[in-house]
Structures are given as structure tokens and as C-alpha cells.
């Protein structure tokens, strides 16, 4: 496999403060990554940088194996979609859908105009009068139906109902079946999207704290519930990055890998073991920690 | 090439800015004028500066292009080189019909013994001078000096943010400021104006030192816009 993106020593000062250090990663072809990171990690300043639209103060950056600054070969094969994306005032939702047509070699006019109907997108309204989430979905279905080969979603469904991001989720994976390509998709729903994720980075303060398999991460902490005593008993001389009490009850997640030894120490002390959720380690690792 | 016209095919989309309201905005200007002159008295004449509305607005037009489009378009892996020539272009194609319809209007003007009114809104002397191809030209000329001029000071604003066009600005200033000051210690105003005498009879012979400017003004906006960030 081949890298889309790679990235090395890569860092970003605005003035004093640094938004990005000295981070080094690769993405490999046709895989959904996942950014994750706290606000003002980092996430949207690294993007910019992928797709040249910020400049980088040190290290080095190849998209496709090349340098994406004002290189046709490497932007023509982008597709950002941000949070705060701007769009021209008098654009209607129609005019950002026939726009991105004319930039995106892939441009599925057919899927995209699905994508609308799906997302309830009223194509002659401005994109100045929509509501937020639909404001999010004009992002979506320009990410989807640009079908780039390497397509950068920010937060694409600030604002988004629960049943338009499972509608998300669900195209998605469906159309990245269909058209394999690379995803980076930044997220705060950590674990709405984790059954997506196949790869996992994390950053905070600018700094990439984890660059690992999200099954991996998954199985670096499990879970224990089951009487409050029983839970202490287990948990003495682990490593407990979470605590939850209600009333006699309570669960702790362990840092650790839920072997089977592990399963029947829990099961003899009559607790549930289970794996931990990827947003609870997500959560300890860049909250508790750096506090 | 392609991108270039992906990038003016995208601004034509836009037919509010790029068509419906510089023309709303001159013929209403137009039509507010002919009303004015339906009450003039029949040996009054009516000079109307109207018509600055059309350029007034495009150079307006050229600051807030890139405010618009710029950030879209980057987003949509355009070429900063290809998102700059397709805005020019897209300037070029406002103006070349734009001006050969004030041109038309101006004939029109003449021809109409000023609309059958008094009224010269689009035949003006000085600025409407010679045969009709030639103020073709020189509204074409003006036209594209006020968009550039507009682009450039986007561009300094996107590549530089507000301290850039604050010493830019106050670089004009101190230029509106030194060189009549020159002229002053210098030179002698009177020489000045038998020179302007001589060499300049309309806004013909102005046209072509604008047109100087505005290649230097799209020069500058290119490489500020080469290096702009969204």
C-alpha cells in the first residue's frame, strides 16, 4: 500500500503560539482515519496544511507523493469539507452543487442530487438561510459526491440531527465500499463514529499523542461494573483512568488488555468485564492527563 | 486551463453580482436622471455623474470578490494560480461586454438628441470622446483599472490582513500628500496644466496610463494572492 498523505516534523507557529509540533504521520491509501483531538488541538490547523491553504513553519508535507502547494496534480484530487466552510452569499444550494462539479474529476451529479434528496437539501434556497445541520449537509453531499481520493471531512455534521449523522455514517461507509479512498474525518462524537474508524490519530496542543489502529486502542483499557466493593477489590493495583459510582454500584475502566485472565479474575469477583469505549480512552488521554 | 474555466464558470453562477445588480444599479440611475430631465425646463441642460455608479461598483465588486469566492474555491482543491486567472478572466468578461453596451448607450445618447431631454448621462464630454470603438475602449480600459484596483486591495488584505492595508494606505496618503508638495517646491503648477493642456483633451489619452496601472495592479494581486491564506 501507498502513502496518500505523509508528514514529517511538521509544525505550525501563529506568533508565540504553536499549533501544530513537530508531528509525523501517514495515511495510507483507501483507509478512514479518524482526527481526534480536543478544540483547538490542532485538528483544522493540520488540515489546512494538508491541502496547502495554510503554510507550514517547518517539516515536510507529500500528498500523493508530491508537495500540494499550488500543484494542480495533488489539489485536483482533494476534497475539504469544513465545518466552517464558506460559501458565496448569493449561492444557492444548487449553485455550490453544480460549482463542485466543475472542480472534482469525479463528481457523481446523479449521487450528489440523491445525497440531496436524502439530507432534505432545498436546492434553490441560499446557503445563507439554511439551518445549521442542513448548512452541514451541503458539506456532506459535496464530500461524498466529490468522490475525491483524498477527501477531508472537519466536524462535517456540526449542528446535524441524530438521524442525518446515522444517514452520514451509513453513506459513508456504503459509498466508500462502492469507491475506495482515503478519509480523514475530524470528530468530536468519538463514539458515533468509532465503528468507522479503522485508524485512530490523536492530537493535543498540537502534539500527536496516539497514531495507532482504533481496534488497538480499543483493547487498551477495558471496563469492570458490578458491586461498588467488589469493583475496589479488583481495581486495587490497576491502573483506573475512570471511575463511575450509582448508589452500591460501580464501574472503573482499567488500563490494560482484556485477556482471559484478566475476564475470569473480574468474573470470580462476580463483575461484568467489558472493552472500554474509544471516547472514554480518547477522553482520559487528553483530559485527566494534561490537566 | 480547464481549472481557470472551472474557476470563471464558477463566478458566472453568481449572476446577481456579476450581472443583475451593476445593471440595476446603472439603469436605475439612468431612469432616476430621465425623470429629472422630463421636469427640466427646455432650454436647461442635465449633466448627470451617474454613470460613476457602474464603476463605483465594480471597484467594490473587486474587493469583495475574493471575500466570496476564495475560500470555496481553495476548499474545492482549486489552484490559487487558477482561482486568480479565472477572476480575471471573469473581470474581463464583465467588462468587455459592459463597456461595449455603455458605448452603445452613448451613441444612442447622441443620436436621440440626449433621449429627446437634455440629458447626458452616457455621452459626457471629456470622458466620451471620438469615434464609438475608441469609447468602447476606454470604458473598457476604466472598467478593468477600477477591478483590479479592488483586487489588488483584497489581495493585500487576505495576503497581509489590516496592517498591510493600513501601510498601504497610508502610503497613498502620504503620495497624495508629496507629490503636490513636490510640485509646490519643484515645479510650477502652471506648467502643469499647459502640459495637461496639450497632451490631454479626453479620457481617451488617460485610458492607456490606467491601463499601466492596472497590469502593475494585477501583477502585485497575483503574487499576493500566490501566497494568500484562507
Redesign the interface.
Known amino acids: 500500500m501507498s502513502a496518500a498523505v505523509s508528514v514529517k516534523g511538521l509544525t505550525k507557529r501563529f506568533g508565540g503560539f504553536t499549533a501544530v509540533d513537530r508531528v509525523s504521520f501517514a495515511l495510507q491509501e483507501n483507509r478512514i482515519y479518524g482526527l481526534l483531538g480536543r478544540n483547538g488541538a490542532g485538528k483544522t490547523t493540520l488540515m489546512h496544511l494538508l491541502t496547502a491553504q495554510l503554510f507550514p513553519t517547518d517539516g515536510e508535507i507529500r500528498v500523493f507523493g508530491e508537495e500540494p502547494y499550488e500543484n494542480s496534480r495533488v489539489l485536483s484530487r482533494i476534497c475539504f469539507v469544513k465545518e466552517s466552510q464558506k460559501y458565496p452569499d448569493n449561492f444557492r444550494v444548487a449553485d455550490v452543487l453544480a460549482a463542485a462539479g466543475y472542480f472534482h474529476e469525479n463528481w457523481d451529479r446523479e449521487y450528489a442530487m440523491e445525497l440531496a434528496e436524502q439530507f432534505r437539501l432545498p436546492l434553490k434556497r441560499r446557503i445563507k438561510k439554511l439551518s445549521r445541520g442542513l448548512f452541514s449537509a451541503v458539506g456532506v453531499v459535496v464530500g461524498l459526491a466529490s468522490r475525491a481520493p483524498l477527501t477531508i471531512f472537519d466536524e462535517p455534521y456540526a449542528g446535524m440531527d441524530a438521524v442525518a449523522r446515522n444517514l452520514f455514517y451509513k453513506l459513508l461507509m456504503e459509498d466508500f465500499v462502492a469507491h475506495p479512498r482515503t478519509i480523514l474525518l475530524s470528530t468530536h462524537l468519538i463514539d458515533e463514529a468509532s465503528a468507522l474508524l479503522e485508524h485512530v490519530l490523536l492530537i493535543d496542543r498540537g502534539r500527536l499523542l496516539l497514531d495507532e489502529e482504533a481496534d488497538a486502542v480499543r483493547g487498551r483499557a477495558y471496563a469492570v461494573a458490578g458491586m461498588a466493593s467488589k469493583v475496589r477489590e479488583f481495581a486495587a493495583g490497576r491502573r483506573v483512568i475512570h471511575w463511575d459510582a450509582f448508589g452500591a454500584l460501580a464501574s472503573a475502566s482499567i488500563i490494560g488488555s482484556l485477556d482471559e485472565e484478566t475476564k475470569a479474575a473480574a468474573a470470580a469477583l462476580g463483575l461484568e468485564a467489558a472493552p472500554v469505549s474509544l471516547q472514554q480512552l480518547i477522553v482520559h488521554l487528553t483530559g485527566e492527563k494534561s490537566e | 486551463m480547464r ?1 481557470t474555466l ?1 474557476v470563471l ?2 463566478h458566472w ?2 449572476k ?2 456579476w450581472l443583475y445588480i451593476p445593471w440595476i444599479i446603472c439603469l436605475a440611475s439612468f431612469l432616476v436622471n430621465v425623470i429629472i430631465g422630463v421636469f427640466l425646463p427646455s432650454d436647461g441642460e442635465l449633466y448627470s455623474g451617474g454613470l460613476v455608479a457602474l464603476f463605483i461598483y465594480f471597484f467594490v465588486s473587486g474587493i469583495l470578490t475574493p471575500a ?2 476564495f ?12 482561482y486568480f486567472l479565472g477572476t480575471a478572466a471573469m473581470a474581463v468578461a464583465f467588462s468587455v461586454p459592459s463597456a461595449a453596451v455603455l458605448a452603445l448607450f452613448s451613441w444612442l445618447e447622441q443620436r436621440t438628441g440626449n433621449w429627446g431631454l437634455n440629458l447626458h448621462f452616457f455621452h459626457l464630454p471629456f470622458v466620451h470622446e471620438g469615434p464609438v470603438l475608441l469609447q468602447w475602449l476606454t470604458m473598457l480600459l476604466l472598467l478593468l483599472f477600477v477591478y483590479f484596483g479592488g483586487l489588488l486591495i483584497a489581495g493585500i488584505y487576505r495576503r497581509c490582513g489590516k496592517v498591510g492595508l493600513l501601510v498601504f494606505f497610508g502610503c497613498l496618503l502620504f503620495m497624495a500628500m508629496a507629490v503636490p508638495a513636490a510640485v509646490n517646491i519643484w515645479g510650477s503648477w502652471a506648467g502643469f496644466g499647459q502640459w495637461l493642456a496639450k497632451h490631454v483633451h479626453s479620457m481617451n489619452e488617460l485610458a492607456l496610463p490606467l491601463f499601466v496601472f492596472t497590469l502593475i495592479f494585477l501583477l502585485a494581486s497575483y503574487l499576493l494572492f ?2 494568500a ?2
Open positions: 481549472k472551472s464558470k464558477m453562477r453568481d446577481w453580482s466570496q469566492t475560500p470555496f474555491a481553495l476548499g474545492m482543491g482549486v489552484r490559487r494560480k487558477d500566490r501566497r491564506t484562507v
